[in-house]
């Protein structure tokens, strides 16, 4: 196939990284918001994380099954699918006012995402010129960062709007407090109820949407299992590089509003619009990195960003006022492309291994429902929550290992699946589903 029939199919596929990207943003808006609406703790409020990013655990590896037996588009349309009956499950969590139903339709949507996400990343990166894989990839990712931009400014305005002061809520009596917390929580069924439905309408344009089937052209050393997967080493490593950004980068979006009220003493729609203008940061840096990566090797770009992160997140520890929400600001743009540069290595040459690579790696998210946690458990402990940014800075110190060593192939076994890494590994894309 030519260059322009992969057009429309990954007009397509980017629609997904904009759509699951807008889910993951409405986060950081539930966590401030349940937490009030049911009287958390930081740490207990991280369980929205938890719910998310467990089922990338426990879903990644029956999501490369489901590529590698029916193919990436039934894949896709068994997320988009599953993402929108989670959306559509927060209406009777919210008319039944329980936490934990909510947690359980987070969890039904993660496992969608889990679906989406391992079929699009490897299917965007294999839609055209191996050497250009990584741009490609953050390319798509870049959608991603618009819907970090988009999701908290209208997410905020369209769930905080019913929000209650604390000092509102103290005046109350037991019976009032409890209608107006009810009130809150209900105001989360009209966004899911959109989103959910767009989803089902894009789920049956994918139905009739002829795809390009990616199939690999190497016979030899098929895989037969995920433990022969793990024998290359640059997969290894950007297994763990990822569980340790993903940890990060979930702690620093997800507590960003808890955060920022706290060290620049600010409101919750002030920090939701600043949480904002860390998704356009995030944007902005998954464009300027993917054109700079057009001179600037990925790798050593990721490196130089990742040592960039660790200094800011000492300012973030040790700094009061709004300098540290714009500390944070530029923490985000220099997480920008650490997601698909890290994956885009990390399934480089894997060859008949890429549907298992690309599980493991998805699996490795599961770091969002742990370090935010420890980020919680942390700032619980001390009464600060500036302190739990020493979670994202050791987070930092793995990524730039990864970006300096990790995402070379090491050994004889790395020599003979690699012949000419850097350039000359191929997969082929023929015919349409």
Sequence with gaps: MNRRSYLLPFILITSLFFLWGFAHNL????IPHLKKSFTLTTTQSTLVDSAVFIAYFLMALPAGFIMKRFGYKSGIITGLLFFAVGCFLFIPAANTQSYSFFLFALFVIACGLTILETAANPYAASLGAPETS?????LAQSFNGLAAFLAPVIGARVIFTKGYTDAELNVMSEQAKKIALATEASSVKTPYLILGAVLVLIAVVFAFTKLPKIQNTETKNRSKSIFHAFKHRHLTWAVIAQFFYIGAQVSVFSLFILYATKSAGIGEIKAADYLGACGLAFLIGRFSGTFL?????????????????VLLCIVAMA????????????????????????????IKGLGADTEYGSSLIIMSIVGGAILP?????????????????????????FVLYFGLKGYKPKGNYGQKIFPGYESK???GITTAV
């Design 134 to 138: 990584t741009q490609r990839l953050n």
């Design 373 to 397: 946690r420890l980020y919680g458990l942390i700032s619980d402990a001390s009464s600060d929550i500036q302190t739990g940014y020493i979670i994202p800075l050791i987070c930092f110190l």
């Design 425 to 427: 590994q191929r997969s």
């Design 319 to 346: 700094a009061h006022g709004i300098i540290t929400v714009y500390t944070v600001i530029g923490i985000c743009f220099f997480m920008s492309i650490m997601f698909p540069t890290i994956f885009s290595l990390g």
């Design 293 to 309: 990566m057009q001179f600037i090797a990925p790798q050593r770009l990721l490196a130089i960003y990742a040592f960039i992160n």
């Design 27 to 30: 986060d950081p808006i539930l």
